[in-house]
T-cell receptor
Framework: DVKVTQSSRYLVKRTGEKVFLECVQD?????MFWYRQDPGLGLRLIYF???????EKGDIPEGYSVSREKKERFSLILESASTNQTSMYLC??????????FGQGTRLTVV | AQSVTQPDIHITVSEGASLELRCNYS??????LFWYVQSPGQGLQLLLK??????LVQGIKGFEAEFKRSQSSFNLRKPSVHWSDAAEYFC????????????FGPGTSLSVIP
C-alpha cells in the first residue's frame, strides 16, 4: 500500500514562529502536493512539486514556502505563522494525473 | 469559471437506507471526475474516478457514481449505508493533463443513525 506520512497529527505554534510541516512518501512518486483544508472550502492547493528541487505555486501560496531536496520528502514552511494559517494541512503524492494519495493530515493551531 | 458544487453540506441517513450525494460542476471540457472520502481524523481516500467510457462507475466500499454530461453532474450512490460510512465526502474535477489543476468541492458531511 502507498503510504504518505505527515510528521505531526497536531501542532500548536505561536504567532510569528517558523513552522515546518514534513511529509514523506514511500512509493517513489514524482508528484507531491500540499493542500489546506478549511470547512466549507474543500481543499485548496498551496504548492506542488513534480520533481526533486522543483516547486510550483498553487492557488494560495502566500505566506508559505516549500522544500523538496529528496524525492520522497516534501516540506511545507510557514515563515512567520499567523492566526489565519490555523487549519488542517494535507500532503499528497501521485505518479500521474489520475489519482493522489493523501496523508492523515496535520491540524495546525496558531495562537 | 471552473467550479464544483456539493449542494448538501450535511446529510443524515439511517443505517441500511440508500444514499445519494450530489455533485455538480462547471468546466470547459469533459473533465476527469473523482469522489474521495475522509473518515474522522484521516486523510482522503479515493472512492472512484471517471475518465471516459461507461458513465456508471463502480468504486470501493460498495459505492457507485453516475456521470451525466447533460446535467454536469457526478452523483455518488450507495444502496445500503453502514455506520462506518459516516465521513466527509469530496467531489473533485480536473483536466486530463495535470493533477495540480484538480478542483475540490466543499464537501458533504454524512452522519449515519444506527
Amino acid at each position: 500500500d502507498v503510504k504518505v506520512t505527515q510528521s505531526s497529527r497536531y501542532l500548536v505554534k505561536r504567532t510569528g514562529e517558523k513552522v515546518f510541516l514534513e511529509c514523506v512518501q514511500d512509493m517513489d512518486h514524482e508528484n507531491m502536493f500540499w493542500y489546506r483544508q478549511d470547512p466549507g472550502l474543500g481543499l485548496r492547493l498551496i504548492y506542488f512539486s513534480y520533481d526533486v528541487k522543483m516547486k510550483e505555486k498553487g492557488d494560495i501560496p502566500e505566506g508559505y514556502s516549500v522544500s523538496r531536496e529528496k524525492k520522497e520528502r516534501f516540506s511545507l514552511i510557514l515563515e512567520s505563522a499567523s492566526t489565519n494559517q490555523t487549519s488542517m494541512y494535507l500532503c499528497a503524492s501521485g505518479v500521474d494525473n489520475t489519482e493522489a494519495f493523501f496523508g492523515q493530515g496535520t491540524r495546525l493551531t496558531v495562537v | 469559471a471552473q467550479s464544483v458544487t456539493q449542494p448538501d453540506i450535511h446529510i443524515t441517513v439511517s443505517e441500511g437506507a440508500s444514499l445519494e450525494l450530489r455533485c455538480n460542476y462547471s468546466y470547459g471540457a469533459t473533465p476527469y471526475l473523482f469522489w474521495y472520502v475522509q473518515s474522522p481524523g484521516q486523510g482522503l481516500q479515493l472512492l472512484l474516478k471517471y475518465f471516459s467510457g461507461d458513465t456508471l462507475v463502480q468504486g470501493i466500499k460498495g459505492f457507485e457514481a453516475e456521470f451525466k454530461r447533460s446535467q454536469s453532474s457526478f452523483n455518488l450512490r450507495k444502496p445500503s449505508v453502514h455506520w462506518s460510512d459516516a465521513a466527509e465526502y469530496f467531489c473533485a474535477v480536473g483536466p486530463k493533463t495535470s493533477y495540480d489543476k484538480v478542483i475540490f468541492g466543499p464537501g458533504t458531511s454524512l452522519s449515519v443513525i444506527p
